[in-house]
Structures are given as structure tokens and as C-alpha cells.
């Protein structure tokens, strides 16, 4: 895939500085606003891949072979009898909405239970951890997102940066108009019992954007895992189209 990333050092900044995070509306409306400004500029070739924050304490809650988990939450269980990478969208996906923007959920793979702004119980499988990227990360610009931050996210210095630099900044309401652009489809880069990475692609005014999230088995659950300056969100970069990717409602 013919990638294309900014050179002015805008995605090099912490998240919360580059242009239209916080003031944009939801997981989607960010990667519209900053993905337009990296398309009036030249850039060289970046790999979008997220790299894992290597200060987060491993999980614990891993287990062999793709059998349930011990440690699930109270009210959570899922099948995670499969655990081969995804070749397409769930048969049960729909598309629910918390904010201005509407994200993938599953009755087989999560989330299954939604307890206002948390929405949890993701199954241990590759399209599990696909799952909860959206439901998680959609949360962050509305009030609620400490809470969030505080069950969904791996804890750690990343994560603390995550919290001292978002909580600057005012929350976005919610169901704010929005951006031309849409969630499109995924792809799983790398998975294990015990971590995950998703790239997820975009389709921006006929534009495809990808970025990713790394996620960590913790606690019964996937949850995110930021970047070491606070971001949940690898690099962003145009793509030349859906190659690679398994396209939401195909």
C-alpha cells in the first residue's frame, strides 16, 4: 500500500497538541482533522504501526490455547474459540453510537456490556481486540473519559501522561456536527493472548487514512495501550485503498 505521511513534524507532536484532538468530535472526527492537514503536505514514507509501551506491567490474565479466561469480570463471557486473524466483519456487527460518531459492536465479540461511557466484555480473540479499539477510543473527548481512561486503558507512565495532558483541555459535547469521513475497515497487524495491534482505515472525502492502536489482555479484558508520549493512536499516513483491509459490512 502506497503510503504518505506528514513531514513537518506535525505527527510528531503528543496528541493533544496536534491540530483538532481535543477540539474535534469523537475517535473519527480527530483522524479527519488531523488527516486533512497531512494531505496538504509533502511527506515521506512512515510506518503507521504502533509500537508497544514497554513500562506497562505484563498481563497476568493470559491464558494457553484459546480457552476462557479465569479472571473475567462479574457478567462477562464470551467464546474465544477463535482465535485465527479475521478474513471479515462480523456477521452480527452493527453500528451504535455514544457520540457524533457511530462504531462497530458485536453480540459474539464485544462489547457486551455497556455501563454508561464504558462499554466492556470484548472477547479474547483477534476481532475481540478489533472491537474494543473503537468503543474505547470513541470516548475520549466527552465527559467521562477519566473514567475511561481509568478501566480501559493500560496503567502506567503513558498513561498518567494521557491524563495530565487531556485533562487540560475542556470536554467536546456530545452529538457535535460532523466531519465527511467514516470509520472503513481494519486490519489485525499482530496478535497474542496477551497483546494486540489493530490498524484501522478511514475513508476521508474519497481519501483512505490508516493509524493504530495497540491494545493489552489485562484484567479479564482488552484494554488500550497509549503510545509512550500519551497517544492511543500510532502514526497517521494516506493509503492508496483498501488492500489489506477487511471492510466494515463486507
Known sequence: MGKRSDSSGEWEKPFWQQRGWIISAGFLAAV????VVAFAMRGGESDPSAQNNPTSRPSPSATEGGSQADDRPAGCKTDDSDQEKPTKAPADMRWKSYGTYPVPVSATYGPKKFEGNVWSCY????????MAVGAITDKLPYAGWRTVVEKQFVPGTARDQLV???GKEQDVARNSPQESGSLYGFSVLSYSKEQATVQVLLKIDGRYVTTSV??????GDWKVEP???GSPYGGFAETSGTEGFIVWGS
Open 164 to 166: 495530565a495532558e487531556r
Open 32 to 35: 479527519v482533522v488531523l488527516a
Open 227 to 229: 503510545q509512550s508520549g
Open 123 to 130: 472477547s479474547h480473540t483477534p476481532m475481540g481486540a478489533v
Open 214 to 219: 495497540s491494545l493489552k489482555w489485562l484484567d
